[in-house]
């Protein structure tokens, strides 16, 4: 990475409330399912029925609370819902059954979604001229802290007692209490004045609506190396398990060197477009690429799979990149939390309908399936530039406006010749 840290002050602040924060999510990703189904010995049904609710709730909830961030200050809007993550995620140790499992999940993913909607603000505010290059330095923390809660998670999951599953647990919500702590070495943020017109703005907004559904699409990329390609590689292909890691392992090392500098060129909603449209025929590329890995030996298939997940890759440096730019560039100051809370309902739906669709099509229909998902990437993408000339018209009308300036003041320069 060009920087390692930040410079001392907020953004310093808000990386390390963010490394804490991901090194406890890296043990939740990684084990918390089986948390609830070897240690608490739910179905796995059950558990899947409650992560269900759990995300639709999340769902509903991130708007409300990005709103309510602009209102009253996100510092401690965003801190609140730390701390009630960290009281949901504690509760996990008392959910014996399937009720009080769907109620402390229910808190836990309704306090996610509402702290990454309240958390916007703050990264407007503290990332300089450019928070779209300090979200995307973020995501690589994010990336870093993660893989270090994972390594964390296997060592649980090894142990495999109800006591490491339950320290497991323990160190999350305490991660979280530090997250929400060090939030209290930053200065206030205080609310920006709401400008006139209706409440809910962003949700009357058409052509960003369109925009986080098209995001929303594209999103569901990110549980093709999380979903399909383990159930790929273990059941159509004759490549090594041990791969599965390796993919995860290659992507992780790719996003935590590239991300920055793949969003520095991303530098305004027609460039965010354009990279949408590079995201998809990547995703196209990788996805007829994993499809071809099935039914060649396995060094062969071990090569494309891995050549694959660099191709997947880039596309996911060009879509996060894109959908930093837009989802800032695009949304007024003033409801900066509220717009950044409906984009988050794209990435939501994926979350909640991906591994479905990616295994009913990947999986299920085999090789055509795979296609078809890389199809539907690149018509996201190719739809992108569009949905941004809709939802930023007053940027082609600038261009219009500096041509006409441009020529009027060559004439304006133009020598006078004497009658």
């Known amino acids: 990475m060009p920087r390692l840290l930040p410079a001392p002050g907020p953004q310093r602040v808000l990386a390390a409330s963010n490394f804490v924060y991901t090194v406890g999510s890296g043990l939740y990703l990684t084990a918390g399912v089986l948390y609830f189904t070897e240690a608490v010995h739910l179905p796995a049904d059950q558990v899947g029925i409650g992560l269900g609710i759990a995300g639709l709730l999340a769902l509903a909830l991130g708007v409300a609370v990005g709103h309510l961030a602009d209102r009253c200050g996100a510092r401690g809007v965003y801190a609140g819902t730390l701390l009630v993550q960290a009281l949901a995620t504690a509760g996990f140790v008392l959910a014996d059954g399937f009720w009080p499992f769907v109620l402390v999940i229910c808190a836990a993913a309704a306090a996610k979604a509402a702290g990454t909607a309240a958390r916007s603000p703050l ?8 928070p779209q290059e300090f979200r995307a330095y973020l995501r690589a923390v994010t990336n870093v802290g993660i893989s270090l809660g994972a390594v964390g998670a296997g060592w649980v999951v090894q142990v495999g007692t109800l006591t490491a599953y339950q320290l497991m647990v323990v160190v999350n919500a305490v991660a979280f209490v530090v997250a929400a702590a060090l939030l209290l070495l930053l200065p206030p943020v205080a609310p920006v004045p709401a400008a006139g017109g209706p409440r809910w703005t962003a949700l009357r907004d058409r052509p960003y609506l369109l925009l986080t559904a098209l995001d929303g699409i594209m999103a569901i990329q990110f549980k093709v190396l999380t979903v399909a390609v383990p159930l790929w590689l273990v059941g159509a292909t004759s490549a090594p398990h041990w791969l599965i890691s390796g993919t995860m392992l290659t992507c992780t090392v790719i996003v935590v060197a590239f991300q920055v500098r793949a969003s520095r060129g991303v530098d305004s909603p027609a460039a965010g477009g354009k990279a949408y449209r590079r995201a998809g025929v990547a995703f196209l590329v990788s996805c007829s690429m994993i499809s071809l890995a099935a039914g060649i030996p396995a060094w062969a298939a071990a090569t494309l799979l891995i050549s694959a997940v660099v191709v997947h890759t880039v596309g996911e440096l060009w879509h996060s990149a894109a959908g930093f730019e837009v989802s800032f560039a695009l949304a007024p100051r003033h409801a900066t939390g509220q717009y950044l809370g409906v984009f988050g309902l794209g990435a939501g739906l994926a979350e909640a309908l991906g591994p479905g669709l990616l295994i009913a099509l ?21 739809a992108a530039p569009l949905a941004v000339r809709r939802a930023n018209p007053g940027a082609v009308e600038g261009q219009k406006l500096s041509v006409n300036a441009v020529q009027a003041d060559l004439i304006a320069r133009r020598p006078r010749t004497e009658p």
């Open 362 to 382: 990947c999986i299920g229909w085999g090789r055509p399936g795979w296609y078809a998902v890389g199809a539907m990437f690149a018509l996201a993408g190719l």
């Open 123 to 130: 990264i407007r505010h503290y990332g300089g001229a450019r």
